[in-house]
């Protein structure tokens, strides 16, 4: 049985830093994509970050590059998202998500993953 689980969401002011963590079980942690997608209030949901051990590498959209960063500790099966330098418009419901195949330009569609956790909260403000 899969299970991903999100937590580290809370409220921050303008510059201030989170630091997001997803555990994983039930996957083969060193096989699978595991992605961050945030939605916020009437908005699609977008992809943030993914970090693939089968391509040895990691995407991030284009808001959050140089703030935030994705890292996988493959021993405790958990993949964390540094977000610093927080901005309002990071603001929105955090899922993390994981995929056993990912294309490179494909990484952040929805569609793509077949495993989601619950969301986790982060507010920032102004």
């Known amino acids: 049985d899969v299970q991903l689980q999100a937590s580290g969401g809370g409220s921050v002011q303008a510059g201030g830093s989170l630091r997001l963590s997803c555990a994983a079980s039930?996957?083969?942690?060193?096989?699978?994509?595991i992605a961050w997608f945030r939605q916020a209030p009437g908005k699609e949901r977008e992809g943030v970050s993914c970090i693939s051990s089968s391509l040895r590498s990691t995407f991030y959209t284009d808001s959050v590059k140089g703030r935030f960063t994705v890292v996988s500790d493959n021993a405790k099966n958990t993949v964390y998202l540094q977000m610093n330098n927080l901005k309002p418009e990071d603001t929105g419901v955090y899922y993390c998500a994981a995929a056993n195949w990912i294309v490179e330009g494909l990484w952040d569609l929805a569609r793509e993953y077949n495993y989601w956790g619950q969301g986790t909260l982060v507010t920032v403000s102004s």
């Open positions: 039930g996957i083969d942690f060193d096989n699978y994509a």
